[in-house]
Protein backbone atom coordinates (compact mmCIF):
# COMPACT_ATOMS: atom_id res chain seq x y z
CA UNK A 1 0.00 0.00 0.00
CA UNK A 2 1.21 3.66 -1.14
CA UNK A 3 0.81 5.41 2.14
CA UNK A 4 2.71 3.38 4.22
CA UNK A 5 5.85 3.36 1.92
CA UNK A 6 6.11 7.06 2.32
CA UNK A 7 8.27 9.33 3.49
CA UNK A 8 7.46 12.65 5.16
CA UNK A 9 9.25 15.63 5.84
CA UNK A 10 9.28 16.75 9.39
CA UNK A 11 7.20 20.01 8.57
CA UNK A 12 4.71 17.71 6.87
CA UNK A 13 4.60 15.29 10.08
CA UNK A 14 3.85 18.54 12.10
CA UNK A 15 0.97 19.64 9.64
CA UNK A 16 -0.18 16.15 10.04
CA UNK A 17 -0.33 16.34 13.39
CA UNK A 18 -1.13 19.50 14.35
CA UNK A 19 1.84 20.40 15.91
CA UNK A 20 5.60 22.39 15.82
CA UNK A 21 8.54 21.02 13.44
CA UNK A 22 11.34 21.62 15.95
CA UNK A 23 9.25 19.39 19.03
CA UNK A 24 9.53 16.71 16.39
CA UNK A 25 12.71 17.68 15.96
CA UNK A 26 13.17 17.31 19.87
CA UNK A 27 11.37 13.97 20.53
CA UNK A 28 13.20 12.33 17.42
CA UNK A 29 17.03 13.71 18.93
CA UNK A 30 15.77 12.58 22.69
CA UNK A 31 15.07 8.75 21.17
CA UNK A 32 10.99 9.28 21.63
CA UNK A 33 10.18 8.58 17.77
CA UNK A 34 11.26 4.86 17.01
CA UNK A 35 13.49 4.81 14.07
CA UNK A 36 14.58 8.08 14.33
CA UNK A 37 18.72 9.00 14.43
CA UNK A 38 19.29 11.19 17.29
CA UNK A 39 20.98 14.21 15.48
CA UNK A 40 20.34 14.64 11.69
CA UNK A 41 22.99 17.42 11.19
CA UNK A 42 22.28 20.78 10.14
CA UNK A 43 21.42 20.50 6.49
CA UNK A 44 19.75 17.06 6.60
CA UNK A 45 15.95 16.15 6.58
CA UNK A 46 14.33 13.77 8.41
CA UNK A 47 12.43 11.09 6.46
CA UNK A 48 9.18 9.93 8.84
CA UNK A 49 7.47 6.55 7.94
CA UNK A 50 3.54 6.72 8.25
CA UNK A 51 4.31 4.44 10.86
CA UNK A 52 6.04 7.48 12.59
CA UNK A 53 3.47 10.08 11.39
CA UNK A 54 0.87 8.34 13.36
CA UNK A 55 3.10 7.99 16.24
CA UNK A 56 3.83 11.80 16.47
CA UNK A 57 -0.06 12.50 15.65
CA UNK A 58 -1.18 10.31 18.49
CA UNK A 59 1.47 11.41 20.86
CA UNK A 60 0.70 14.86 19.85
CA UNK A 61 -3.31 14.47 21.32
CA UNK A 62 -2.04 12.32 24.46
CA UNK A 63 0.27 15.28 25.63
CA UNK A 64 -3.07 17.76 25.93
CA UNK A 65 -3.93 15.27 28.77
CA UNK A 66 -0.81 14.02 29.98
CA UNK A 67 2.48 16.05 30.82
CA UNK A 68 4.54 12.62 30.28
CA UNK A 69 6.19 13.06 26.58
CA UNK A 70 7.77 9.14 27.66
CA UNK A 71 4.21 8.01 28.26
CA UNK A 72 2.29 9.68 25.32
CA UNK A 73 4.73 8.29 23.13
CA UNK A 74 4.60 4.82 24.57
CA UNK A 75 0.78 4.61 24.30
CA UNK A 76 1.41 6.14 20.65
CA UNK A 77 3.49 3.49 19.45
CA UNK A 78 1.56 0.67 20.01
CA UNK A 79 -0.85 1.69 17.75
CA UNK A 80 1.52 2.66 15.21
CA UNK A 81 3.98 0.38 15.13
CA UNK A 82 2.09 -2.97 16.42
CA UNK A 83 -1.41 -4.68 14.83
CA UNK A 84 -2.03 -8.33 14.21
CA UNK A 85 -0.11 -10.60 12.06
CA UNK A 86 2.45 -7.66 11.94
CA UNK A 87 5.61 -6.72 13.95
CA UNK A 88 3.28 -7.78 17.07
CA UNK A 89 -0.14 -7.95 18.63
CA UNK A 90 -2.20 -6.23 20.88
CA UNK A 91 -5.38 -5.82 19.07
CA UNK A 92 -8.62 -7.74 19.79
CA UNK A 93 -10.59 -7.47 16.75
CA UNK A 94 -13.24 -10.36 16.05
CA UNK A 95 -11.61 -13.07 13.90
CA UNK A 96 -13.96 -13.21 11.07
CA UNK A 97 -12.48 -9.55 9.85
CA UNK A 98 -9.64 -8.51 8.44
CA UNK A 99 -6.48 -8.06 10.54
CA UNK A 100 -5.81 -4.37 11.68
CA UNK A 101 -2.60 -2.96 9.72
CA UNK A 102 0.10 -1.07 11.95
CA UNK A 103 -0.46 2.83 11.66
CA UNK A 104 -3.78 2.69 10.56
CA UNK A 105 -7.42 2.20 12.02
CA UNK A 106 -9.58 -1.03 11.38
CA UNK A 107 -11.57 -0.12 8.42
CA UNK A 108 -14.57 2.99 9.09
CA UNK A 109 -17.13 0.03 8.58
CA UNK A 110 -16.63 -1.54 11.14
CA UNK A 111 -16.50 1.32 13.78
CA UNK A 112 -14.18 3.06 15.97
CA UNK A 113 -10.26 2.28 16.50
CA UNK A 114 -9.72 3.38 19.84
CA UNK A 115 -6.69 3.72 21.75
CA UNK A 116 -6.84 2.54 25.58
CA UNK A 117 -4.07 4.09 27.87
CA UNK A 118 -3.44 3.15 31.56
CA UNK A 119 -0.79 4.01 34.25
CA UNK A 120 1.06 1.16 32.76
CA UNK A 121 -0.03 -0.18 29.83
CA UNK A 122 -2.45 0.22 26.23
CA UNK A 123 -4.47 -1.58 24.42
CA UNK A 124 -5.89 -1.16 21.04
CA UNK A 125 -10.07 -1.55 20.92
CA UNK A 126 -12.55 -1.90 18.33
CA UNK A 127 -16.13 -0.27 18.91
CA UNK A 128 -18.31 -1.66 17.22
CA UNK A 129 -21.01 -0.16 18.39
CA UNK A 130 -20.60 3.39 16.80
CA UNK A 131 -21.14 4.75 21.04
CA UNK A 132 -18.09 6.68 22.17
CA UNK A 133 -19.17 5.55 25.83
CA UNK A 134 -19.12 2.16 25.07
CA UNK A 135 -15.56 0.03 24.90
CA UNK A 136 -15.25 -2.60 27.49
CA UNK A 137 -18.26 -4.21 25.37
CA UNK A 138 -17.22 -8.21 24.03
CA UNK A 139 -13.60 -9.29 24.30
CA UNK A 140 -12.39 -5.56 23.64
CA UNK A 141 -10.96 -4.85 26.85
CA UNK A 142 -11.19 -7.76 28.87
CA UNK A 143 -10.56 -6.80 32.58
CA UNK A 144 -9.98 -3.16 32.42
CA UNK A 145 -8.10 -1.02 35.14
CA UNK A 146 -9.91 0.92 37.48
CA UNK A 147 -9.27 4.52 35.46
CA UNK A 148 -8.01 4.71 31.96
CA UNK A 149 -8.04 7.06 28.89
CA UNK A 150 -9.40 6.44 25.23
CA UNK A 151 -8.47 8.06 22.38
CA UNK A 152 -10.18 8.20 19.36
CA UNK A 153 -7.38 7.04 16.74
CA UNK A 154 -10.27 6.69 13.98
CA UNK A 155 -10.71 10.64 13.96
CA UNK A 156 -7.05 11.76 14.81
CA UNK A 157 -6.65 9.37 11.56
CA UNK A 158 -9.24 11.28 9.67
CA UNK A 159 -7.62 14.56 10.80
CA UNK A 160 -4.23 13.81 9.43
CA UNK A 161 -5.68 12.45 5.94
CA UNK A 162 -7.72 16.10 6.08
CA UNK A 163 -4.67 17.75 7.23
CA UNK A 164 -2.46 16.13 4.30
CA UNK A 165 -5.38 16.42 2.08
CA UNK A 166 -5.80 12.43 1.54
CA UNK A 167 -9.40 10.41 1.42
CA UNK A 168 -9.36 8.29 4.59
CA UNK A 169 -12.02 5.85 3.42
CA UNK A 170 -9.61 5.19 0.36
CA UNK A 171 -6.32 4.50 2.28
CA UNK A 172 -8.89 2.30 4.40
CA UNK A 173 -10.37 0.72 1.50
CA UNK A 174 -7.38 -0.19 -0.09
CA UNK A 175 -5.85 -1.46 3.11
CA UNK A 176 -9.04 -3.94 3.86
CA UNK A 177 -10.55 -5.05 0.43
CA UNK A 178 -12.16 -7.64 1.82
CA UNK A 179 -14.04 -5.24 4.29
CA UNK A 180 -14.45 -2.79 1.55
CA UNK A 181 -16.12 -5.07 -0.52
CA UNK A 182 -18.94 -5.78 2.51
Not at 32 to 56: C, D, H, P, Y
Not at 89 to 112: Q, T, V
Request: aromatic share 8%; with cysteine; hydrophobic share 40%.
Amino acid sequence: MDILNRTFTTYSVALAANCKPKNISDWCNVGNVIGQRKNVGTGNRRALSWFNLMEVAIATEVLKITPSVQFAFEAAQSFAHLGEGQTGSFDDAANDHEPRIPGLPWHHSRGHTLLAIWHDGSRVVLNQQFDPVTVTGGDNLADPPPAFVVVNVTRIFQAVCDRLALLPSEILDEAYPETAKG
